[in-house]
């Protein structure tokens, strides 16, 4: 039997960080691995998917770079502007399938 589940995200939203959130020194080996592709990033970077932005903070403090979280959830979203996310982070909604952006406005 194929049981198709799905995630209530403006359920859990309140409690994401709980669960998911990491100091910015346990996931350091990430910054090594993304450098190439984010550090001197002369646009903003889109973080598809930001949640609550644990990872666009992470980025935008490690590289100095402009962020553009794009998150489908008024409920993570709203939890990422409540926490108060780094100076160049901003939050939007949308989906991957539909970004709300102009073309080639993010390195991505």
Known sequence: ???HRTTDYEQMAA????GRALPLEWIAAWR?????????SS???LDVGAGTGIWSEALARWFGVSVVG???SDGMRR????KGLASGVEVV?????HIPLKARSCHC
């Open 70 to 72: 794009l998150e489908p």
């Open 32 to 40: 090594t691995a993304l450098a190439p592709y984010v550090e001197g």
């Open 1 to 3: 039997m194929n049981v």
């Open 43 to 45: 646009r903003p970077v």
């Open 79 to 82: 939890e990422a502007l409540q």
């Open 93 to 97: 909604g949308g989906t991957a399938q």
């Open 15 to 18: 409690r994401y960080d709980a």
